[in-house]
């Protein structure tokens, strides 16, 4: 079953990732057919820009859990590298719609994209480290972006953050009502189409120079360490309490309380065999 789909309506190739299964996971299918088409859009000369969009209530809910406990994440890593890469080295701007839930390894889509626009209804999530993990590939997308106060917290205590904090902090471009984000992104689309191809892919290459080189310095290493962290004792018990729905053996009593920004769930999304927690 195709899991992504594509569009072409005057010069934007608008790119859907469509798996309900598993919340739009980042499963190996998902990472395949996302990479075919960014490949075959770069190759293109008709494309002069990319929507990257979702069905459903989730944009991405990270890591398919159920694979990554099954197979672990040595393969999965360098592919979620090389799609970074692949999208950040595009030379043609990447614009994404966000109209829902995203977590972990999702917000590394974000981070790799050139625009983020949003349903304001949304919210975010870095549960990582909830689960035995640490956000290191995504790291590479994101910290060049993002406020680092705000990456210090949210990195470290998974906590559910709303789609304002997530426009203040860097994650997002612009939040938006649900009602009004076709008409948001039809506009940075609009503009778009008028910039010429090499004045995008040139303006592009300036915006992008610190994330392309951290991938570049850094993505193998970050690849390693996930897959290393993915196989680890502490993340084989998070992972399994996550899909068994019980806490996991380190969680402590919480005084039950969270923080201004939003709930501490877990993750928010917990597909059947796709979860939050890719990092």
């Known amino acids: 079953m195709t899991v992504v789909h594509r569009e072409d309506d005057r010069g934007v190739a608008t790119l859907t990732l469509d798996s309900p299964r598993n919340r739009n996971a980042l499963s190996r299918d998902l990472v395949g057919e996302l990479t075919a088409h960014v490949e075959a859009v770069a190759a293109d000369p008709d494309t002069r820009a990319v929507l990257l969009t979702h069905t459903g209530g989730v944009f991405c809910s990270g890591a398919d859990l159920g694979e990554a406990v099954g197979e672990g994440m040595a393969g999965g890593s360098r592919r979620m590298i090389d799609l970074f890469t692949l999208l950040v080295e595009l030379p043609k701007p990447v614009v994404c719609r966000v109209a829902g839930k995203v977590r972990a390894g999702g917000l590394g889509?974000?981070?790799?994209?050139?625009?983020?626009?949003?349903s304001a209804a949304g919210d975010y999530a870095f549960t990582e480290a909830r689960l035995g993990l640490a956000p290191a590939m995504i790291s590479l997308t994101l910290l060049p972006r993002?406020?680092?106060?705000?990456?210090?917290r949210y990195f470290l205590t998974g906590e559910t953050f709303t789609a304002a904090e997530a426009e203040r902090i860097g994650l997002l471009t612009r939040a938006v009502p649900a009602d009004a984000?076709?008409?948001?992104?039809?506009?940075?689309l609009d503009a778009l189409r008028l910039a010429s191809p090499q004045g995008l892919a040139e303006s592009k290459l300036l915006v992008t120079e610190a994330v392309r080189h951290l991938l570049a310095e850094h993505g193998e290493q970050m690849a390693a360490r996930s897959a290393r962290l993915f196989s680890s004792d502490e993340a084989k018990e998070g992972m399994s309490a996550f899909l068994q729905r019980r806490p996991p053996s380190w969680a402590s009593e919480t005084s039950g309380t969270s923080g201004t920004s939003g709930t501490s769930d877990a993750s928010g999304t917990s597909g059947a065999s796709g979860a939050s927690g890719t990092p």
Not at 146 to 152: F, I, K, S, T, V
């Open 109 to 118: 889509l974000l981070g790799a994209c050139d625009v983020v626009l949003a």
């Open 146 to 152: 993002l406020d680092a106060r705000a990456a210090g």
């Open 181 to 188: 984000l076709d008409a948001a992104v039809a506009e940075v």
